[in-house]
Each structure stands twice: as structure tokens, then as C-alpha cells.
């Protein structure tokens, strides 16, 4: 995958949350607008500790007269992340993408039911924003269940509220919303939705992917995961992101996550280990 590197200038970088930020980059205008599902790799202009990049969803996109202006929603888990919490406005940043396929957008369905967990919330609040803004989405139902620990990890709802969908937030501890898992809530929820006039999209940890899987199995419902596997070059060089998957005929292989996907089907992916 030959993408251009670009270097962005941080004109915001803003703690929304504790340990949650809002980082805003500018790029040049060549930049290509990105598919919502896409990501960038990001890492500190210049700087080889940490050497590797971090992958991070583009969580929003505009062109302005001459550049273009990415938005970044990212929590801080570690050091490359922890870096990029310290970078002030005026900062350079290296920026490699877009990358990555995108979510597939099947407009014949007429209810859309998002599911995230977290800082899943990125990636799908994006596509969101991308639907709405479509002339032809009147017709659609979009639902939004949202997934987070406690009330005070909540992020990028009052983005989502602006727009044309149902939301429904979900929190572990019962501190805001719905108690409970996310996945749990939308099992509740299910027999509103019809598998053939549905897409589910979902985005969030693994366990929450798999426990997806589990209440997917055996149903008809065509659902799209973007993953947040761990990553080392982000283009398709190393293997490090391998998955396992199965294709059309039930045939065994492995995909890369960061340059096959990172949205997946559901369906296809393995998640028992073969060794
Ligand atoms: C396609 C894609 C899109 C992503 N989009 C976003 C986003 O929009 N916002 C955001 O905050 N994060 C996103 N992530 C996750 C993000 O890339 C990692 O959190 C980041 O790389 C961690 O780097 P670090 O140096 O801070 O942590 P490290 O020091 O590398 O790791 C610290 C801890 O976090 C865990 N960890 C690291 N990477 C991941 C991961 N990918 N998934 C789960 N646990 C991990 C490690 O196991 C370790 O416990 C995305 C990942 C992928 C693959
Ligand atoms: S991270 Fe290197 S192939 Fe995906």
C-alpha cells in the first residue's frame, strides 16, 4: 500500500476527558478524503522513541482553503499515546494515510444499528456523520448503541447528539444510561431489528467484538467490525496484524488487519485458536 506521508501541524489538542483527547492536525490539501473506518499512523515528527507509529481512526474530516483538517479522538494506554497527550498547538506530526479499507455502506438496508464500545465510538461516529449528511439518508433508522465503563469515561456524545440517529448509551457500572455490557443491551434490543433489512456496524475491543460473535452466531444479521488489533508498520509489510478468517467457501487463511482491513465481516473471522 503506497500512501504519502504527510506532515501535520496540531492546531488543538484538547483533554476532553481524563486521559481522552481531542487532537486536531492539519495536513496539505493533497491529502485524500478518507472513507469513514479509515486511520492514519501517527507518530511524533522526528522522533525514534518510540520508532513505530500508532494507528488512530480519523474521527473527522473537513477541507478548508488550503489544507485539510483531521480530527483524532484517542485515550492515552501507553507511551506513544502518552507522547502525543504532550504535544502542544504548532507541534509536527508524521501522518501516513488514509489506510485501510473503510466500512461498506449497503444502502438497501433500512435500519443501521451502530454498536461501540469505548473509543470505538471514532470510527463509527464518522461513518454517522457521513450518512447523515448523505441527501438520500431520510429514509434511514440509525441506532446508536454506545458502551462505556462509567459515566465519566463517556466520550463524543454530544457529537453524536447533533445528528440523525437514536442513541443509546450503556455503561458497565450503571453510572449513566443503561447498566450493562453494550452487546447486552443491543441482545435486549434485537427483536426490533430484522436481519434482512439491517446492517450492524461495531467497533470496539476484542471481547467486545467476540461476544458480538457469539450473539451473531447462527443469525442472519450482516455486521461489519473495524478492529483495534495491535499493529507494527500499518501498510502491509510485516504480518504483525495477522488475522484468521475463513472466505466464502468456508476456506481457512489469514488477512492483515491493517492493509485487508481493518473492518471486517463478522462472519468471517476465527476466533478459536488452530494451534
Ligand atoms: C485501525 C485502528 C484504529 C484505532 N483507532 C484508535 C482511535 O481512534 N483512538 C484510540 O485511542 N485508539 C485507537 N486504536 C488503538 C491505538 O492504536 C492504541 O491504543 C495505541 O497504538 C497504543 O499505543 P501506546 O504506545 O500508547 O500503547 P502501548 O505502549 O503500545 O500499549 C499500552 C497498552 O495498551 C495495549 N494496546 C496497545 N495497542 C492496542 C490495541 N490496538 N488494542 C488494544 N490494546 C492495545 C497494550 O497491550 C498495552 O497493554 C486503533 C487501533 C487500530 C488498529
Ligand atoms: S502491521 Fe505490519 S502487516 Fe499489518
Known sequence: ????????????????????????????????????????????????????????????????????????????????????????????????????????????????????????????SLLIESLCRRVDCSPLAMTVYLGFQGASAVIGLDKLKKLCCDITVCTDDGTLGAKGFVTQIFQKDMKKFTSDNTSIYACGPKEMIKSLAKILNKSKFSCQVSLEERMACGTGACMGCALAVKDKKGVFGYKRVCADGPVFNLADIIWESRV
Do not use: W
Open 1 to 124: 500500500m503506497t500512501k504519502d506521508i504527510y506532515i501535520g501541524e496540531i492546531s488543538r489538542n484538547e483533554e476532553l476527558q481524563e486521559d481522552c483527547f481531542l487532537m486536531k492536525v492539519k495536513v496539505a490539501s493533497s491529502f485524500e478524503n478518507p472513507l469513514p473506518g479509515q486511520f492514519v499512523m501517527i507518530r511524533i515528527a522526528g522522533l525514534n522513541d518510540p520508532f513505530l507509529s500508532r494507528p488512530i481512526s480519523i474521527y473527522s474530516f473537513s477541507r478548508g482553503r488550503n489544507y485539510c483538517l483531521l480530527e483524532l479522538l484517542y485515550r492515552v494506554v501507553g507511551k506513544g499515546t502518552q507522547i502525543l497527550a504532550g504535544l502542544i498547538e504548532g507541534s509536527q506530526v508524521e501522518i501516513h494515510g488514509p489506510l485501510g479499507n473503510g466500512f461498506e455502506i449497503q444502502t438497501v438496508k433500512k435500519n443501521i444499528v451502530f454498536i461501540a464500545g469505548g473509543i470505538g465510538i471514532a470510527p463509527l
